[in-house]
């Protein structure tokens, strides 16, 4: 039975551990890729809510300013339209 030098033996060990270091980071790419996704999901739910209550609060009070820390409404003021 042959030894085999030991730069091939030291050569090969490095590269399957850079190997396994790749394959380490390209699976917690893959997870930050999966939670991206869930996180733009969830934003964009969230955005939909705002956007329907928005639509409920003008249909329910008309055009204008909503406090959202007191909860007061300033409807906006409408611009008269002067005939001559």
Do not use: C, H, W
């Amino acid at each position: 039975m042959a030894t085999v030098n030991q730069e091939y033996i030291d050569t090969v060990k490095n590269a399957q551990a850079t190997m396994k270091a790749i394959q380490s980071e390209l699976g917690a790419i893959a997870l930050v890729e999966i939670r991206k996704e869930a996180l733009l999901a969830a934003y964009k739910a969230e955005e939909q809510k705002v956007q329907e209550t928005s639509t409920k609060i003008r249909e329910e009070y008309g055009d204008g300013t909503l406090d959202l820390e007191s909860g007061e409404f300033t409807p906006a003021e409408t611009a008269e339209v002067v005939e001559e």
